[in-house]
T-cell receptor, first 114, second 110 residues
Framework: RKEVEQDPGPFNVPEGATVAFNCTYS??????FFWYRQDCRKEPKLLMS???SGNEDGRFTAQLNRASQYISLLIRDSKLSDSATYLC???????????????FGKGTHLIIQP | DTEVTQTPKHLVMGMTNKKSLKCEQH?????MYWYKQKAKKPPELMFV???????INESVPSRFSPECPNSSLLNLHLHALQPEDSALYLC?????????FGPGTRLTVT
């Protein structure tokens, strides 16, 4: 399985700041991209799918750059509750995981400080 | 509703035991998965079931045996595990919108 790479952090960010993570993928056949949030000792929770045109959900914005093979996640006005590990995931299929399952990056640990 | 349920939440078993992990979803998803997650590592795919048929086995040792009794249920049968198999075992199902994980079974092999 091809690699998905993320900066593990930790990112220590003051409350209210904007923070951005990137995730690079090596398999150019990758078609579907996702960001997950995982709290300590909990399951990954789907945060956003990442579309070619980019997409926004409240304070969260995801972008895809196919030419450079990376996806990004921007969090604006960060809250204490945003502290978590953020995992990017890719799959070769146009699907939510489809027949191939997801390949995850190692995750970026985010700590929002008061 | 994007709920995947798993039982048990915690399991401690000896290396000679046989146990089973259970997973259920009622979202009508036709793809279901088992992932394994070790501490401070990302989830790693073990098995994929598509329309109740095993489509991917990621070179998982035979001491792990998956079963899909119907489109809502997924089991993982465990036998003669090793201490290094201790991990969080996550079940998931997917739609075109994404993959949704259950809360996991935290397995300890003694």
């Amino acid at each position: 399985r091809k690699e998905v790479e993320q900066d593990p952090g930790p990112f220590n960010v003051p409350e209210g700041a904007t923070v951005a993570f990137n995730c690079t993928y090596s398999n150019s056949a990758s078609q579907s991209f996702f960001w997950y949030r995982q709290d300590c000792r909990k399951e990954p929770k789907l945060l956003m799918s990442v579309y070619s045109s980019g997409n926004e959900d409240g304070r969260f914005t995801a972008q895809l750059n196919r030419a450079s093979q990376y996806i990004s996640l921007l969090i604006r006005d960060s809250k204490l509750s945003d502290s978590a590990t953020y995992l990017c995931a890719v799959t070769p299929m146009y699907s939510g995981g489809g027949a191939d399952g997801l390949t995850f990056g190692k995750g970026t640990h985010l700590i929002i400080q008061p | 509703d994007t709920e995947v349920t798993q039982t048990p939440k915690h399991l401690v078993m000896g290396m000679t035991n046989k146990k089973s992990l259970k997973c259920e979803q009622h979202m009508g998803h036709r793809a279901m998965y088992w992932y394994k997650q070790k501490a401070k590592k990302p989830p790693e795919l073990m098995f994929v079931y598509s329309y109740e048929k095993l489509s991917i086995n990621e070179s998982v040792p035979s001491r792990f045996s998956p079963e899909c009794p119907n489109s809502s249920l997924l089991n993982l049968h465990l036998h003669a595990l090793q201490p290094e198999d201790s991990a969080l075992y996550l079940c998931a199902s997917s739609s075109p919108q994404g993959t949704y994980f259950g809360p996991g079974t935290r397995l300890t092999v003694t």
